[in-house]
């Protein structure tokens, strides 16, 4: 998404970036550790990424499965790196 993003900011002679920019966790860890002692990163939101968990939390049957489909995922070797949000917990320095 980032590098779609910055071709289309290139031909479209965008001045400012209004994209969230996405980071992988190395990145990630990289930026906090600057400010904070970085204990734990994990994932989560493997199966509904934002916004269609919006359509999800409309329907509380669905709900349930989504939080127990995600919940599985989580705990599955590999798949469970590859959520669409992360999660710090962190101390201050």
Known sequence: ??????VKRSLKHY??????IELDRNSF????S???????IIYANYF???PLDE????F??????????DFLLSKTPIVNKMGW?????????
């Open 1 to 6: 998404m980032n590098i779609s993003y910055s």
């Open 15 to 20: 001045t400012f970036n209004e994209h969230v």
């Open 29 to 32: 860890f990289s930026l906090l």
């Open 34 to 40: 600057k400010f904070f002692l970085v204990e734990n």
């Open 48 to 50: 509904a990424p934002f």
């Open 55 to 58: 359509i999800f939390v409309k």
């Open 60 to 69: 509380p049957m669905l709900t349930f499965l989504v939080k127990k489909l």
């Open 85 to 93: 949000t992360m999660i710090a917990t962190v101390r201050k320095v």
